[in-house]
């Protein structure tokens, strides 16, 4: 890989982290063991090759959909992304470090290919809660399994890989998801038949598969004839185990309803099964549990408290947009401010009129409105972060002719620097 070839182990990773070895690779990325340069925590470090992402279809918005997902959530049972850095060569995706590595791993090293019931679920558990965290927070992963289920250095789960999640905008207006994706084992019925489906419920299915991986030993429904298992799916013909407890037959028995409609969400387990029921295993509790058990090492890397710079980064319009081309970049802008939306829009009103512009109410929102022009807009949004930090994300409405003749140089003059907390910047987000 390009971005890897020059760095050799122990070598820093932009004055910030020094690479270490090898933990796992794919195709179109390596992880390494790093640390950091000032406090020499661990983390891992997933480098992927800009230009084989860019040569293959359908990959690069995967990588942008994987770094908006993992920021959206903050859990501890989702893995952590604590940072994104670029060079020409390379995206750098800075983790939290993993290292018991994934539950497949650790299956194929049992004699039996399973877990203990009592082993089995503690994790189901923990994925559960970390699952209703993501789907809260809009987040679907639709490729849940044993290999992307993480165990950190206390044995508590991680999810991680949400390269095939889905956000809030990948739904279309029936509310459901079109896309059928993830591994086929895994995968509910209705996105096997190429069925519009509840990502929410998909995941949930794909639950019950991983759990009867993790008490069976084996998938309940293995063929490689797609179709044939899609009808085994749909007809529930999988066979429990004599050994598996009649309460989590049951579980596995909600879990792979091939109806949609009926179910069982992982959000409603909570009070319905003895696995939640149990004091010492009801949701928050289990969550507070987590957050208590977590090694004081672990707990000592936390990425800097988040700055504006940091927002920036990993906005929705992610700086990475431009690290696959210029496109979109000239169209589309953000900054992060302390001033209140009110404010902010009044700034925006006062340098619209000194440039020509005025600020206005549209369908949509406030808009910024170039009247020479005509038909120029720049479509503003402000969202609340992190008090008192506001992220303002703007986007030009016209044909690529009339970009040429906008500056967003101009525009952030005129807005000031008692605004303009940190600009979208593409040479300082890459870091080149």
């Known amino acids: 890989m390009n971005g890897t070839s020059k760095k050799s182990r122990g070598t820093p990773l932009l004055g910030k982290y020094e690479l270490g070895r090898l933990l796992g690779r794919g195709t179109f990325a390596k992880v390494y063991l790093a640390h950091t340069v000032t406090g020499g925590e661990p983390v891992a470090v997933k480098v992927i090759d800009k230009a084989e992402v860019m040569g293959t279809e359908g990959m690069a918005p ?3 959909q994987e770094v908006e997902a993992m920021r959206r959530l903050r859990h501890p049972g989702v893995l952590r992304l604590h940072e994104v850095l670029a060079t020409r060569a390379s995206i750098y995706l800075v983790m939290e470090l993993a290292p018991r590595g994934d539950l497949q791993s650790r299956l194929a090293a049992l004699p039996s290919h399973r877990f203990s019931e009592k082993a089995a679920r503690r994790v189901f558990v923990q994925l559960t809660v970390a699952l209703a965290h993501c789907h809260a927070r809009g987040v679907t992963h639709r490729d849940l399994k044993p290999q992307n289920l993480l165990l950190d250095g206390a044995g508590n789960l991680k999810v991680s890989d949400f390269g095939l999640s889905a956000l ?3 739904f279309r207006e029936d509310g459901r998801l079109h896309t059928a994706c993830g591994t086929a084992a895994y995968a509910a019925p209705e996105v096997l038949c190429n069925k519009a489906y509840d990502g929410a419920k998909a995941d949930a299915w794909s639950c019950g598969v991983t759990l009867f991986v993790l008490v069976a030993g084996r998938l309940p429904f293995d063929d490689a004839n797609i179709p044939d298992m899609c009808r085994k799916a749909c007809r529930r013909q999988y066979v429990v185990p004599p050994w598996v407890s009649p309460p989590t037959s049951r579980l596995l028995h909600r879990l792979l309803d091939p109806n ?3 179910r069982v969400a992982v959000e409603a387990l909570a009070g319905t099964h003895p ?3 149990k004091r010492s295993l009801s949701l928050d509790s289990h969550l507070d549990g987590l957050r208590d058990s977590q090694p004081e090492r672990a707990l000592a890397f936390r990425a800097p408290s988040v700055n504006a710079f940091d927002i920036i980064s990993t906005s929705q319009w992610l700086a990475l947009s431009g690290m696959f081309g210029e496109s979109r970049r000239s169209k589309e802008k953000r900054f992060v401010t302390t001033a209140s939306p ?17 600020v206005v109410v549209g369908k949509k929102g406030r808009e910024c409105q170039r009247c020479p022009l005509g038909g120029l807009t720049i479509s503003v949004e402000i969202s609340e972060l992190e008090p008192p930090l506001m992220l303002v994300e703007m986007r030009l409405e016209m044909d690529d002719g009339e970009v040429r003749v906008f500056s967003w140089d101009q525009l952030r003059i005129e807005l000031g620097d008692d605004v303009v907390r940190a600009w979208d910047s593409c040479e300082d987000l890459q870091q080149v």
């Not at 009110?342 to 005025?358: D, H, M, N, S």
């Open 62 to 64: 995967r990588v942008l």
């Open 275 to 277: 696995w939640f029921v």
């Open 342 to 358: 009110e404010q902010t829009l009044e700034q925006l009103g006062r340098a619209g009129r000194k440039l020509g512009y005025v």
């Open 168 to 170: 809030p905008d990948s």
């Open 260 to 262: 949609p409609e009926t």
